[in-house]
């Protein structure tokens, strides 16, 4: 199956600073990237979502000056975090494939303290 | 806003017994399908219901999508402990669009 790997695995950054995660797909070319949050104990709540060479489409809720989606190319899609507050911890877990197969990244765990 | 509802939320059972548990909305979706999460990682895909009434095996877990294709259930027989971790269903709405709606996740621990 495809595969999409998340870089980094862990992060823990202090309030007030920014945090990048990238996204990547490594055998196929990801026109669309799905950008998911999940809290402890809880469901996936989809994000955003990206598209390359476009801008991204934000879910209802989602500030999209917070939360900077760029993709850039058919095999990276990145989210940044900015101004990151303890509110934002969380797993972030991206999602790609060809049309009708999708695949999870492995997530990013990122503590704010 | 499409919502899947999970029930149970958390589930505790002994190795050997039977369970099943239910994804339930008021939408229609093309598609269903059925994740295994474990800490830390993201969820990976179980299998995929497409025809309302379809039922699929794998091994000891049965998936079955509802006629209307508004809900689905994921039984499991003789439940291992191998088998702890979150159930998630997810759907994808009508129209081709391939963002999935998710369902609010069943926590599964199976006690040896």
């Known amino acids: 199956g495809a595969v999409v790997s998340q870089h980094p695995s862990r992060v823990i950054c202090k309030s007030g600073t920014s945090v990048k995660i990238e996204c990547r797909s490594l055998d196929f070319q990801a026109t669309t990237m799905f950008w998911y949050r999940q809290f402890p104990k809880q469901s996936l709540m989809l994000m955003a979502t990206?598209?390359?060479?476009?801008?991204?489409?934000?879910e209802q809720g989602v500030e999209k000056d917070k939360f900077l989606i760029n993709h850039a190319s058919l095999t990276l899609s990145t989210l940044t975090v900015t101004s990151a507050h303890p509110e934002d911890s969380s797993f972030y877990i991206c999602?790609?494939?060809?049309?009708?197969?999708?695949?999870f990244g492995p997530g990013t765990r990122l503590t704010v303290t | 806003t499409q919502l899947l509802e999970q029930s149970p939320q958390f589930l505790s059972i002994q190795e050997g017994e039977n369970l099943t548990v239910y994804c339930n909305s008021s939408s229609v979706f093309s598609s269903l399908q059925w994740y295994r999460q474990e800490p830390g990682e993201g969820p990976v895909l179980l299998v995929t219901v497409v025809t309302g009434g379809e039922v699929k095996k794998l091994k000891r877990l049965t998936f079955q999508f509802g006629d209307a294709r508004k809900d689905s259930s994921l039984h499991i027989t003789a439940a291992q402990p191998g088998d702890t971790g979150l159930y998630l269903c997810?759907?994808?709405?009508?129209?081709?669009?391939?963002?999935?709606?998710f369902g609010s996740g069943t926590r599964l621990q199976v006690q040896p």
């Open positions: 990206s598209n390359e060479g476009s801008k991204a489409t934000y």
């Open positions: 997810a759907g994808r709405p009508l129209g081709g669009r391939r963002a999935l709606t």
């Open positions: 999602r790609g494939g060809p049309f009708y197969e999708q695949y």
